[in-house]
């Protein structure tokens, strides 16, 4: 028997989830490419809510998935719209086009789908500064008493994000953010 270039039937089932992956991310980069054009359509708040609201009404998901997502897709469009005053301060966005500009620079350097765009795009959270009253042996123990809090709580949530993601459950983080801030509300 002649030796042929064929490929076994055991990589077809990766061949074909590798091509779907790539179409996900075609579909990601033209959601969020159609989602920049559609912020040269908002101009107010109002506007920004009511695209918002839309958006997340036509979602066929679970509702705490159309609430992750319609969190993303307000936190991208109030940058690229510049309604937001602590986004754009921290961007340095003082108008609509400027903003315009900063999505397009971060989706340049990668944040092609709605997820990654928006986290790239959230201000990061800061460590709380501490108050200069305190003794200096109180305050090491208590940056390390924070500091173990935080470490087992990151220890936690690492876990949490493990299960959540897993086979099991399939969530996303934003699907798993969301739900506790539902939580944390009531």
């Known amino acids: 028997m002649k030796s042929e270039n064929v490929q076994s039937n055991t990589s077809a089932p990766f061949l074909a989830g590798s091509m779907f992956g790539k179409f996900h991310n075609e579909q990601s980069t033209l959601l969020t490419v159609r989602l920049l054009d559609d912020a040269k359509k908002i101009h107010t708040v109002n506007d920004l809510k009511d695209y918002i609201v839309g958006y997340r009404e036509a979602l066929t998901i679970s509702d705490s998935s159309r609430q992750a997502m319609a969190s993303m897709v307000r936190t991208i469009l109030k940058v690229a719209t510049g309604l937001d005053d602590k986004l754009c301060e921290y961007h340095k966005v003082k108008t609509a086009a400027a903003g315009q500009k ?33 003794s200096d042996s109180d305050s090491s123990d208590n940056v390390k008493g924070d500091f173990k809090k935080r470490a087992s709580m990151l220890a936690w949530w ?29």
Do not use: N
């Open 158 to 186: 690492a876990a949490c994000e493990k299960l959540g993601q897993s086979e099991k459950y399939k969530l996303t983080t934003d699907e798993m953010l969301a739900f506790l801030a539902q939580k944390i509300a009531k």
């Open 102 to 134: 900063v999505v397009k620079a971060k989706m340049d350097k990668g944040a092609k789908g709605i997820d990654s765009l928006a986290k790239a795009l959230r201000i990061p959270s800061a460590p709380k500064a501490e108050s200069d009253g305190e």
